[in-house]
């Protein structure tokens, strides 16, 4: 059985470990409304997730053009949340209207 001192000693270096904190990345949002991604560009690190939110009343995707990524279909209401796990540059679409693109900058 642990002291309660070495459980709070493994606790604490787990807390400040780079991993841990490299693992659990930030929460960001694109909210797509007027049929348009908001933001058009998003910068983010490795490890964030980054949460589609569809305020519009036609069913959209967010498909990245190298096939990294696909909410697939979000009605009104839905959303979906993506993981960037590498560095890059990730232009996306809509798969229902090509004429909506954005792009995710991850670094």
């Not at 693992?23 to 589609?52: C, M, N, Q, Y």
């Not at 096939?67 to 993506?82: C, E, I, K, P």
Request: with cysteine; glycine share 12%.
């Amino acid at each position: 059985m642990l002291s309660k001192r070495v459980f709070i000693a493994a606790v604490g270096a787990l807390a400040l470990s780079p991993t841990a904190v490299l693992a659990a990345g930030h929460a960001k949002e694109v909210r797509i409304a007027g049929f348009a991604f908001g933001p058009a560009e998003l910068t983010v690190s490795v490890g964030d997730t980054i949460t589609f939110l569809n305020g519009d009343g036609a069913p959209h995707t967010a498909t990245a053009v190298d096939g990294s990524f696909d909410t697939g279909r979000l009605n009104s209401g839905d959303s979906a949340t993506v993981t960037i796990t590498s560095d890059g540059r990730f232009e996306y679409f809509c798969n229902f209207h090509r004429s909506m693109t954005g792009v995710i900058i991850a670094e």
